[in-house]
Every structure is written in C-alpha cells, then in structure tokens.
C-alpha cells in the first residue's frame, strides 16, 4: 500500500493505464492501478500480465521520416516509461522497435511494483461513482468488462458507445490525381463535397474480380456474431453478384462527369474527413481484405494509383467512445470531470498512440492536482494534432478510430518537394514545437511541483 491517499484510480493494466501510472507517480500523485484480469478474463488476452501485447510485437518503425517514429520522438521528449522499458527488451527487427512480450511485461510490472506511490490492484471496476477528491482515470480498451461499458454507457449516454464493425480505407489528399477526380454531389445537391472516381465497364469488371480473388483477414470467433450487421465488407457485396456494387456504393445515379457530361458505368465516391480536408475515405470499401491486398486492390481505382493510404479498412467488435461529443478537451467525460479516458477507448488505434493517450491524460489530471492548467499541445506535433484535433473534429456524424499519420499534420507554410522530404519538414518543426511547450512556464511548473 502507498503512504499516501490514492488521489487518482487508473482503471486497465494495458499500454496506457500503466504509461499513465507511470506518469502520474512521476508527477507526484499517488495511484491505484487496477487490472480486473485474472478476476475477469477477455477473449483475446492471456493470462494476467500488465502491458499485455496481444497481436504484433512490433511497436512499428523507429525512422524519422514515418509518423511512428516522430511520435516516438515526441514521447521521449515527454519521458515516456514504456518506451524507454520497451527498447531494454528489444528484439532484432531493422527499423522498427518490436519487443519480446513476455519479457517487456514482465519488465513493466516490475517497474511498476518499484514506484512508491504505485498501488497496483486485481478487480474487476464497474461503478465510477463520485468520491471527494478523486479521480477515475478509466484506460480499460476495447475489450472492457460488459458492466463498465454499461457505466459509461449511463454517464455518457447510450449513443455514444461505439462497437465498430467495419471501417472504410482513408488516404491522404495529396496523394490523389485529381486530373482523374472529379468533384460532384449526387444529382448536384448541395455542395460538391464529394471527390469521385469514374470507372469504365472493364475497370469495375477488374475490380469486381479483384475483389472475388483477393486474400481475406481471419476474424476472432467473438467478433463473428454480429460482425456484418449494417455493415457489409465490400468483397462480400461484391460476392453477392457481378452488378451488386454498381446498384450499392458505386451507384453512379446522379453523378455525371462534368467533363464529359456522360454518367459513368460506376462510381467510387470519398469523402472528407477532416476539417482540413487532408483526409478522405473510400465511401462504402468497409473490408477485411489483408492490408497489403487492400493496397495492391484499391490503388487499381482510377485516380488512386499513388494513394498514400494512412489507415487501412479493418474488421472489429471494440468497444470506443464518441470523444468528441462525449469528451471535454481534457478527456473527462462531459458532466462528469472526475472521469478521464484514455487509450484506446478514445479512438486512439496502436500501441504507442494508447501509450501517448495514457501519457496525455495523466500529465492533464497532474496539472489539475497541482492546480495548474498546462497550455494545450502544438497543434503541429504529432501528439496535438491526434490528441487534441483529430479526435475532437466532427466533421463526420461519428468518431472512426486512427493511427498517427502525416495526414493529420497541418500543412508547411512552404512548399516542399518530394514525399519524404515534407515529412522530415515536418517532423522537424513538430520536434521544435514541442521543445518549446517544454519551455513554458506552466510545463515547468508542473515538473516542479511534482518534485516539491
């Protein structure tokens, strides 16, 4: 037991509930860390080892020109534990920084039993009532117990819970050829908001075919159940017919080629998705072809030979909030500023992007303990843009859970040419941003207080 009060509950022994632990003993705030394996187990872990890493060991590349290494940069600049844990139990894999998980568990909850005001905890949480002084932070992730769903479910209201099944590919804008593309709404209502690509009757029979023969991803036995309810896989609508897709989401009705005044045999429609208009996604692709076919099959679109696709379409039953409608800028759920999310449940996808969101919120609830209030993260770092952008931007009726990517990073003041030398760029000035927030007198106060 600690020797202080537990001002703050964490609750989930994953990647970011033990990052935040970390962060918040490291600021000076005394924490229970409670995990409710083995009391309550989840289909898809094993065991009960903190940190657990359930699928790839791969914590994804360490190059500076990718989103996963600038976003590793900026968490070592904030002093992440995991990362440095991580990199003590590496593995060989090139580039990439891949850990032995039993190993990097281990050595997590070993580090973790060390830390004074660290209490870690086996039980099951399923009431977040309110207590004097106190703090849930919950980081439970996508597989959460039935019953905490159910109290987030009362405190934020059912519509906002999320269990996705599918989800469409996203790719950047700057990567399409717009000399292909054409903007155009349906029967030319409202605004033309849409980027459509126009296929012949032998480039939907090509794609109609390569969808029939492309590999498909296995699905986890719990995510059968319900796994095409509202939501059919574009293969498998392709499956249903030849002419299945041209009467679904290639209907080309009502969206002529202005250039040449005729309908196209069919029609891919993407729609943006951020108010940067950085990001579109492939209207109706939802799929659980395999990443590299999804790429191999979906550059065969007419104007997407050169996509840069920043989030592959993907099948799941993970449990997310609605973070922008139910979440305040801190992460507290609206109404309830004693309860904090983060990780994964926020729509925050991969390892280091839940370590970064369990990072985020510990070093906000920190500044609130202290009294203090830290300024918000440049919006040209990889962790602003994901963290306090992105995941707050309603363009889109509903939150669809991302990777970091360069897509999300606001454009140079400058043109710069050359694919990698705009993400070294930019990489660069989100690097220099954030060595100046570290700067600021509110972050140096609370490093100070933390050692008071």
């Given amino acids: 037991m600690t020797a202080n009060p537990v001002q703050v509950t964490v609750v989930g022994g994953g990647l970011a509930g033990c990052e935040a632990a970390f962060q918040l003993a490291r600021l000076g705030v005394p924490v229970e860390l409670v995990e ?40 070592d600049q904030l002093g992440c534990r995991l990362l440095a844990i991580a990199r003590q139990c590496s593995v060989p894999a090139g580039s990439a920084l891949a850990v032995d998980k039993v190993r990097f568990s281990a050595a997590v909850a070993e580090a973790l039993s060390s830390e004074p005001l660290i209490t870690v905890s086996r039980r099951e949480v399923a009431d977040l009532s309110p207590r004097p002084g106190h703090v849930w932070l ?12 159910a109290q987030l479910g009362d405190i934020t209201g059912q519509p906002g819970l999320h269990f996705f099944d599918a989800i469409a590919p996203t790719v ?17 209502r409202g605004e033309d908001d849409y980027l459509n690509a126009p296929l012949d009757e032998e480039q939907y029979a090509a794609l109609h075919r390569e969808l029939l023969d492309a590999e498909k991803a296995s699905v986890h036995e719990f995510d059968k159940a319900e796994l095409f309810d509202g939501c059919q896989p574009i293969e498998e609508i392709a499956a249903s017919g030849p002419m299945s897709m041209s009467f679904g989401p290639l209907r080309p009705v009502g969206l002529d080629d202005p250039r040449t005044g005729r309908r196209p045999h069919a029609v891919v429609q993407l729609r943006q998705e951020n108010v940067e ?14 990443y590299p076919e ?33 979440c305040a800028r801190d992460f507290s759920l609206k109404g309830r500023p004693d309860v ?18 369990g990072l985020y919120s510990a070093w906000l ?22 963290l ?24 140079l003041p400058e043109r710069v040419r050359g694919k990698r030398d705009r993400k070294l760029a930019k990489a660069a000035r989100a690097t220099e941003q954030l060595r100046d927030w570290l700067t600021t007198v509110e972050v140096g106060a609370l490093l100070a207080a933390a050692k008071s």
């Fill in 36 to 75: 409710m394996r083995p009391v309550v187990e989840t289909p898809a872990h094993e065991g009960d080892a903190l940190a657990q890493i359930v699928c790839s060991n791969s914590l994804k590349s360490t190059a500076p020109a990718t989103a996963s290494g600038l976003l590793k940069e900026e968490l």
């Fill in 138 to 149: 919950v980081a439970s992730g996508p597989l959460s117990s039935p019953d905490l769903v």
């Fill in 172 to 188: 950047t804008h700057e990567s399409l050829n717009l000399d292909i593309l054409y903007r155009a709404a349906r029967y030319g």
């Fill in 277 to 290: 208009g950085t990001l579109f996604g492939l209207v109706g692709f939802q799929t659980r072809l395999k």
């Fill in 294 to 326: 999804q790429k191999r099959v979906f550059s065969q679109i007419p104007g997407l030979a050169k996509a840069d696709f920043v989030r592959y379409g993907q099948l799941h039953r993970n449990f997310y909030l609605d973070t922008p409608r139910c």
């Fill in 340 to 357: 904090v999310v983060a990780g994964q449940i926020t729509g925050v996808e991969g390892y280091v992007e839940s370590i970064a969101s």
């Fill in 365 to 386: 609830i920190a500044a609130r303990t202290h009294d203090q209030k830290l300024p918000g993260l440049p919006l040209e770092t990889m962790l602003g843009s994901l």
């Fill in 388 to 411: 306090r952008n992105f995941l707050f931007d309603t363009t889109t009726p509903s939150l669809t859970p991302m990777n970091a990517n360069f897509g999300i990073l606001p454009d």
